[in-house]
C-alpha cells in the first residue's frame, strides 16, 4: 500500500478566514477546502489536480502567524478548477486542532515547506524525511493529544 504524502496549507488569517472556522465546525461531512478565486498559485494547482489524493495529511499552517495549528486528512482528491472546491478535508471532528502549535521558530526551523524557499502556494508538499521530523515534534509538543495525532499521521 502507498503511503499517503504530506502537505501544508497555507492561509493568511488577514485575508479573513482562520482555520479555526474549519476545526470549530460541526460539519458532519467532508469539508470544502478552497477554490480557484482562493488558489491561484500554478504549483498549488497542479499539486491538487496531479498529487493530492484522499488519505493524504494536511498540516494548517497560518502564513501571518508563523504557526502550525492542527492536522487533517483529505477526504477527497484534489480537484482541477471548474468543480468548485479543489480538496475536501475529513470532518472537523476527525482532525486535530492542536493543543500547543508549532512555530515556525523553532519548531519549523529546516523544514522547506513551511520557508518561502518552497514557494509561496498555498499547497506545498512536505518530503518523506521532513514528515518524519514534524511527526517527532508534533507528538512531542501535544503528547495529550497523541492518540489522535498518531490516527492521523501514523
Not at 477554490?35 to 496531479?50: H, N, P, T, V
Not at 468548485?84 to 512555530?103: C, K, Q, T
Request: proline share 3%; hydrophobic share 40%.
Amino acid at each position: 500500500m502507498n503511503r499517503a504524502k504530506a502537505w501544508v496549507f497555507k492561509i493568511n488569517t488577514k485575508r479573513g478566514w482562520e482555520f479555526d472556522q474549519y476545526f470549530r465546525s460541526r460539519a458532519r461531512g467532508a469539508y470544502e477546502m478552497g477554490d480557484e478565486g482562493w488558489i491561484r498559485s500554478a504549483s498549488s494547482l497542479r499539486y491538487l489536480r496531479e498529487e493530492v489524493r484522499r488519505g493524504d495529511v494536511f498540516f494548517c499552517y497560518e502564513v501571518d502567524r508563523k504557526r502550525v495549528v492542527g492536522v487533517t486528512r483529505a477526504a477527497s482528491d484534489g480537484r482541477d478548477v471548474g468543480l468548485g472546491s479543489l480538496v475536501d478535508f475529513v470532518a472537523p471532528d476527525r482532525a486535530v486542532r492542536l493543543e500547543y502549535p508549532l512555530l515556525r521558530r523553532p519548531d519549523l526551523d529546516h523544514i522547506l515547506a513551511f520557508s518561502p524557499k518552497r514557494g509561496r502556494g498555498t499547497v506545498q508538499k512536505i518530503d518523506a524525511d521532513e514528515f518524519r521530523r514534524l511527526r517527532r515534534i508534533l507528538l512531542a509538543k501535544n503528547p495529550r493529544q497523541a492518540a489522535k495525532i498518531q490516527s492521523l499521521v501514523g
